[in-house]
């Protein structure tokens, strides 16, 4: 469901779904243009710095969508070894969003997204949750 969440926070017409856990060469999601180079390169977790390091070097912009409670423990450690990636911006989904996401998980689903004003919402036909993220780093280039 997080997959998804970074999907709508990222929706272009050349975005992704890359192999994921079964390719440890790919991301979670991607964006490439026309010529097949990596635009964006998105993560979903916590990856380790050298993955994040390769990926910065290797894609324009690249963002990390950590969540769970102990997010901060894994981003404290390695903050300073990713300074110099200025294309990286990683963000926190706080443990209640997720909590909130995983209640709309079902087999057959169907939900609404809606971006305004800088808020995100999902739906379902029985519940709305508005998702606000916590920047740990932002993007500086």
């Not at 050298?50 to 950590?66: E, F, M, P």
């Not at 294309?87 to 087999?107: G, Y």
Request: hydrophobic residues 45%; contains cysteine.
């Amino acid at each position: 469901m997080v997959r998804l969440l970074a999907f709508a926070l990222n929706a272009h017409e050349h975005l992704a779904f890359g192999k994921g856990l079964s390719d440890t060469d790919e991301p979670d999601l991607w964006q490439k243009d026309l010529t097949g180079a990596v635009e964006h390169w998105i993560e979903v977790g916590q990856p380790d710095e050298k993955r994040l390091l390769r990926a910065a070097g290797r894609a324009t912009r690249v963002t990390v969508y950590a969540y769970g409670n102990r997010a901060e423990l894994w981003w404290k450690p390695i903050a300073d070894k990713l300074v110099r990636a200025q294309n990286l911006a990683v963000w926190r989904v706080p443990a209640p969003v997720v909590q909130a996401l995983e209640r709309f998980a079902a087999r057959t689903m169907r939900l609404q997204c809606t971006v305004q004003d800088g808020q995100l919402y999902f739906s379902s036909a029985a519940e709305t949750v508005q998702i606000e993220l916590n920047a740990l780093k932002r993007c500086e280039s």
